[in-house]
């Protein structure tokens, strides 16, 4: 049974290449644990998490991209990632991913695909 979407904000709070927002994202750890950042017109959601240490991405709240607004950076060690595909590009982490989340637009608002369970460590009911 899929779960209703779960908005993580409108549309017009996510600037191109500007201030992200972080969300609750239950398998990563909770609060602030996802993000999401409009790049090439588009919502793109990756979980909070360098892949080289575990650390989160941003140096402040909301705060992924470097001062161009073309890459998502790391701000413990400065690895730069895609943001269209999380790929990092540079860095200790060279040729890892962060790991993406589905989300889409709609009604004016940024809403995950897929929520995760709410139940993570049990069985949900059969269909």
Known sequence: MACPARVI??????????????????????????FVVRFAGEA????NRCPHLG?????????????TGLYLVCSTHGAIFEPSTGLCVAGPCR?????AIAVEERDGLVQLIDDPPARPNGPGPSP
């Open 44 to 47: 793109r959601a990756f979980v």
């Open 9 to 34: 904000c409108p549309t017009e709070g996510l600037p191109e290449g500007g201030k992200g927002a972080r969300f609750a994202w239950p398998p990563a750890g909770g609060e602030g644990k996802g």
């Open 55 to 67: 650390v989160e991405l941003d140096w402040e709240p909301g705060e992924f991209f470097e001062e």
């Open 95 to 99: 040729g890892a991913r962060l790991e």
